[in-house]
Antibody, heavy 120, light 107 residues
Framework: EVQLVESGGGLVQPGGSLRLSCAAS????????MNWVRQAPGGGLEWVSY????????YYADSVKGRFTISRDDAKNSLYLQMNSLRAEDTAVYYC?????????????WGQGTLVTVSS | DIQMTQSPSFLSASVGDRVTMTCRAS??????LNWYQHKPGKAPKLLIY???SLQSGVPSRFSGGGSGTDFTLTISSLQPEDFATYYC?????????FGGGTKVEIK
């Protein structure tokens, strides 16, 4: 069974940093493209970042470019999101999502999410 | 970036109703259009990929259509478990984008 479990969320002050993790199981993690998606309170889904299978290609949404860094450790079956210079508008539930292999790139499995709150 | 516009934002319907919602892309995305269902506190769930392909395990009352810039998601007979928010997503561009969502509420 495919499972994605996020962790690392919490309360952080504006300007602070946080590192999210996503533990994957039930599939060959190294073969799949992975993403982070967030949902702000009362808002919709917003794609944040993408990392391909190795050798890694990486993309970011303009809203986080230069502040967030996505990475993966295939030996640990884990995906990460390093978030620096956090702002109030980064407050959201953050989900990791697997992109289906092939050209459609839909997100066929998602985690339950981890809440990040940026507030003083 | 490719903008995705969903309508309506809110939809009030009864169990058994046939409901249709739309998604429009700001430029042609061929059939690189996916639909998700999201319930509060739960992980989003893929329903339809490549505009009209039903994801494994999803009930056949869900169907998708369209190509280019205009797409639809139809629920043929609304069930109690279908009350949720539905999002479209384009995966044509390397920077994927979601629509704003259609919330389906109980009438």
């Amino acid at each position: 069974e495919v499972q994605l479990v996020e962790s690392g969320g919490g309360l952080v002050q504006p300007g602070g940093s946080l590192r999210l993790s996503c533990a994957a199981s039930g599939f060959t993690f190294r073969s799949y493209m992975m993403n982070w998606v967030r949902q702000a309170p009362g808002g919709g889904l917003e794609w944040v970042s993408y990392i391909s299978s190795s050798p890694s290609t990486i993309y970011y949404a303009d809203s986080v470019k230069g502040r967030f860094t996505i990475s993966r450790d295939d030996a640990k079956n884990s995906l990460y999101l390093q978030m620096n210079s956090l702002r109030a508008e980064d407050t959201a539930v953050y989900y990791c999502a697997r992109a289906r292999a092939g050209i459609t790139r839909d997100f066929d499995y998602w985690g339950q999410g981890t809440l990040v709150t940026v507030s003083s | 970036d490719i903008q995705m516009t969903q309508s309506p934002s809110f939809l009030s319907a009864s169990v058994g109703d046939r409901v249709t919602m739309t998604c429009r892309a700001s430029q042609s995305i061929n059939n690189y259009l996916n639909w998700y269902q999201h319930k509060p506190g739960k992980a989003p769930k893929l329903l339809i990929y490549a505009a009209s392909s039903l994801q494994s395990g999803v009930p056949s009352r869900f169907s998708g259509g369209g190509s280019g810039t205009d797409f639809t998601l139809t629920i043929s007979s609304l069930q109690p478990e279908d009350f949720a928010t539905y999002y479209c997503q384009q995966s044509y561009s390397t920077l994927v984008t979601f629509g704003g969502g259609t919330k389906v509420e109980i009438k």
